[in-house]
């Protein structure tokens, strides 16, 4: 009786405690190779869709490249979109593979060019919502030749959100299906399922909706279709985390990453100016089926190197696993990054809508320092295509440097980091075991005394430094153990 009595008080706690109480632990299914040594590369950016179809075979030609340090790639949507949003986050028909990054057989190809140099590719879905082929009489693009997705169950009543195929039956006017978005809750607080404005929103809630999706994404890990190991989720603040989990169960993805964010400038629905509470609920409501892009450390990284004064206490606080974001709680279910195709800059065509300030003449030291960060910390690093190749020559030599000391050091998606210092100019830490760790950063403020004078122990031997600065600007340095 004793025993049981105990049982169900820790099952209790564990019920009423707070998620913080699973930091830089708690393994997750799906969520890449079981020793926490994956490396992600975006493998895009938002002016791919503008390279005349050829971006596949860009992806191809540099494949021998890409694995020397990316064990994962992250690909952009796969499906058919209609001209004006040919990056692919409007889906249309989502069996055409035919897009503007090119052809289902060029897709193929390069899968299959990058599994056989050990990568894993990760489709980018859009399953929130769904464009329409044509537009109504009203302008709205929500015609359909496909029956796919056609039952009027499928979509949520919104501005135009109840199709039916190949006719118009919808209109903010005319259609009033009483669906709503929904919501979803965990520990107490509760998450309302946003709308997207910009097309109609797909309703999870239905079964036969899932299990259309369910089917698709089943489709794409057939290498006779396409052969994608694993899933990039977008916008996942549409819909309940609980579908994540039967999508994830239903198709066993090598890693599975969800995008949940709003930018800063437009903060997500109910939650603070810290969004890692949110980010860690919606992990816990899928039971534990996925990891997410940590955007609150995204928020203190940009915090940090705002208006190029650094200030470390944005990032951390001092003590073991410190750092804010959601690597600070649970590393384990973090994808750490710099950029994405959304928030920084592209060649061509760009978004920018939240970069990570630098306003350094063309050095980019802000950048390479923040690289310095995620690729020395735990959570699985992702890596973005334009800051690697496209933006400086030197930011390229910093990320794959870094990499490289990542990997001859032993940083895991799950080691320990003890900040020693998170204050005004100065951020200091260790990474890995107590007592042996192998790698230590510091960023701050060149020619601020507290940032030169730092030191890590020289008990540990870190004897080997990659360093960068910018005289008055912000400055980092990598020590490390093994040599690369």
């Known amino acids: 009786m004793k025993q049981i009595i105990k049982l169900v008080m820790l ?29 992600m590369l975006q493998g895009f950016h938002w002016d791919s869709a503008n390279q005349k179809g050829n971006w596949y075979g860009i992806l191809d030609q540099m494949s021998s490249e890409i694995s020397k340090y990316f064990s994962v790639v992250w690909m952009p949507p796969p499906n058919n979109t209609p001209s004006f949003a040919k990056q692919g986050y409007l889906p249309t028909d989502w069996y ?25 590719v990760l489709a980018d879905i859009v399953i929130n919502h769904r464009c329409g082929m044509k537009q109504c009489p009203h302008g709205r693009w929500i015609l359909y030749s496909s029956p796919n997705m056609s039952p009027e169950g499928n979509l949520i009543d919104g501005d135009c959100d109840l199709i039916e195929s190949g006719k118009e039956n919808t209109c903010k006017v005319c259609a009033n299906n009483q669906q709503t978005e929904g919501s979803w809750s965990y520990g107490g607080r509760t998450y309302t399922c946003d709308d997207y404005n910009a097309a109609p929103d797909l309703s999870h ?10 089917d698709w994404l089943g489709w794409l890990k057939d290498s006779a279709n396409a052969g994608f190991d694993g899933w990039r989720y977008d916008y ?4 309940a985390p609980q579908f994540l ?28 100016s810290s969004h890692r509470q949110a980010l860690a609920d919606l992990i816990n409501a899928s039971n534990n089926k996925t990891m997410l892009f940590d955007y609150d450390l995204k928020r203190s990284l940009n915090q940090a190197f705002y208006n190029n004064v650094f200030n470390g206490s944005s ?11 959601l690597i600070g709680w649970w590393s384990q279910a973090a994808v750490t990054f710099v950029d994405n195709h959304d928030t920084g800059w592209s060649p061509g065509e760009s978004l920018s809508h939240w970069p990570l300030p630098c306003p350094c003449n063309g050095d980019l030291i802000s950048v390479k320092a923040a690289y310095a960060m995620i690729l020395t910390h735990p959570g699985i690093p992702c890596v973005y295509w334009a800051d690697w190749r496209d933006r400086n020559s030197d930011l390229k030599i910093v990320i794959e440097t870094l990499i490289k000391i990542r990997q001859a050091n032993h940083v895991l998606r799950g080691s320990r980091v003890w ?16 007592g042996s760790e192998e790698v230590a950063v510091k960023i701050g403020n060149q020619g601020w005394g507290n940032y030169e004078q730092w030191k890590p122990n020289s008990s540990l031997g870190l004897n080997h430094t990659l360093e960068r600065h910018v005289e008055g600007g912000h400055a980092f340095t990598v020590y490390y153990k093994n040599s690369i």
């Open 96 to 120: 055409d593979l035919n897009n503007y990054y090119g052809t289902k057989t060029t897709l193929k190809q390069t899968i299959a060019t990058l599994h056989a140099k050990n990568v894993k």
């Open 205 to 214: 809630w239905a079964l036969d909706t899932r299990q259309k999706v369910k």
């Open 11 to 39: 099952l209790s706690l564990i019920v009423i405690a707070p998620v913080y109480a699973l930091a830089s632990g708690g393994d997750l299914a799906y969520n890449g190779s079981d020793l926490g040594t994956d490396l």
């Open 236 to 239: 996942v603040r549409g819909f």
């Open 419 to 434: 900040v020693e210092r998170a204050e005004n100019g100065l951020y200091a830490a260790y990474i890995g075991n107590q």
């Open 245 to 272: 989990a039967e999508y994830n169960d239903a198709t066993n993805p090598y890693l599975s990453v969800g995008e949940f964010f709003k930018f800063e400038s437009d903060p997500p629905q109910g939650l603070p």
């Open 315 to 325: 990032i951390a606080k001092q003590g073991e696993n410190g750092v804010n974001g």
